[in-house]
């Protein structure tokens, strides 16, 4: 038995990268996984493939997390497939970076769209399933950025702090009903994004971070774990850090 043997965990923006570390951790711990991606490509049809491998139920869907209709639409669908949502990891994101002076509004909307307003979606969508079952966990994927901010991606950090001020709200709303909401903070953790970056970039990151290496997906699906499982059944509103000591 895992941790998670039985419940069904929605992740989207999971083909790929911590999305996709994540589903693999709850699949191996005995989760059904319904993940979503914009499209359904290549990287979608192989994580499907290898979360199947674990024995588990797996289906991704292709849909536009930044819609309303959209979203309401996939989780009637993953409800009807899978017969519960036990679990919502808020995962789906994107960079537009730049300063601010220099931003568009296009870049600003996008980001804002994707990173929260999809989280505030999904939430909306999935909380009336897990209110009937009168449990469910929550995880929005925030970033150190935004606890402290980092110049150059005013619309990243935004939606991020928003995404920690919207686990805090619904941990405070829906704790009457069973439902727990918290947020994981990742720093520097080296995925297919950080990987383009220059060595002396990564470098003087490393210098940032007392631990002096930057994190992995695994790391991140580790904390995930733990705030889907009972593991942390009296665990809501919380901010978790993943990253190396960098932002204490």
């Given at each position: 038995?895992?941790?998670?043997?039985?419940k069904t965990a929605i992740v989207t923006g999971a083909a790929r990268g911590i999305?996709?570390?994540?589903?693999?951790?709850?699949?191996?711990?005995?989760?059904?996984?319904?993940?979503?991606?914009?499209?359904?490509?290549?990287?979608?049809?192989?994580?499907?493939?290898?979360?199947?491998?674990?024995?588990?139920?797996?289906?991704?869907?292709?849909?536009?997390?930044?819609?309303?209709?959209?979203?309401?639409?996939?989780?009637?669908?993953?409800?009807?497939?899978?017969?519960?949502?036990?679990?919502?990891?808020?995962?789906?994101?994107?960079?537009?970076?730049?300063?601010?002076?220099?931003?568009?509004?296009?870049?600003?909307?996008?980001?804002?769209?994707?990173?929260?307003?999809?989280?505030?979606?999904?939430?909306?969508?999935?909380?009336?399933?897990?209110?009937?079952?009168?449990?469910?966990?929550?995880?929005?994927?925030?970033?150190?950025?935004?606890?402290?901010?980092?110049?150059?991606?005013?619309?990243?950090?935004?939606?991020?702090?928003?995404?920690?001020?919207?686990?805090?709200?619904?941990?405070?709303?829906?704790?009457?009903?069973?439902?727990?909401?918290?947020?994981?903070?990742?720093?520097?953790?080296?995925?297919?994004?950080?990987?383009?970056?220059?060595?002396?970039?990564?470098?003087?990151?490393?210098?940032?971070?007392?631990?002096?290496?930057?994190?992995?997906?695994?790391?991140?699906?580790?904390?995930?774990?733990?705030?889907?499982?009972?593991?942390?059944?009296?665990?809501?509103?919380?901010?978790?850090?993943?990253d190396g000591g960098m932002n204490m």
């Open positions: 038995m895992g941790l998670l043997t039985g999305g996709k570390a994540i589903a693999m951790k709850f699949a191996a711990e005995g989760a059904n996984i319904a993940f979503t991606d914009l499209v359904i490509d290549e990287n979608g049809q192989n994580t499907e493939k290898e979360i199947a491998a674990l024995g588990v139920k797996v289906k991704g869907y292709a849909s536009n997390a930044a819609s309303f209709e959209d979203t309401a639409k996939v989780v009637e669908q993953i409800h009807a497939d899978f017969g519960s949502v036990d679990i919502l990891v808020n995962n789906a994101g994107i960079t537009k970076d730049g300063l601010m002076m220099r931003m568009s509004e296009a870049q600003w909307d996008a980001v804002i769209g994707v990173n929260l307003k999809s989280a505030f979606n999904f939430i909306h969508a999935c909380t009336p399933i897990m209110m009937r079952q009168k449990s469910g966990s929550i995880i929005n994927m925030a970033s150190v950025v935004g606890v402290h901010g980092n110049a150059g991606q005013c619309n990243y950090s935004a939606s991020k702090a928003g995404m920690i001020g919207l686990a805090k709200s619904i941990a405070q709303e829906l704790g009457s009903r069973g439902i727990r909401a918290n947020a994981i903070a990742p720093g520097f953790i080296i995925t297919d994004m950080t990987a383009k970056l220059s060595d002396e970039v990564k470098a003087e990151w490393a210098k940032k971070i007392p631990l002096r290496r930057g994190g992995t997906p695994e790391d991140v699906a580790n904390i995930a774990l733990f705030l889907a499982s009972d593991m942390s059944s009296y665990v809501s509103g919380q901010v978790i850090q993943v």
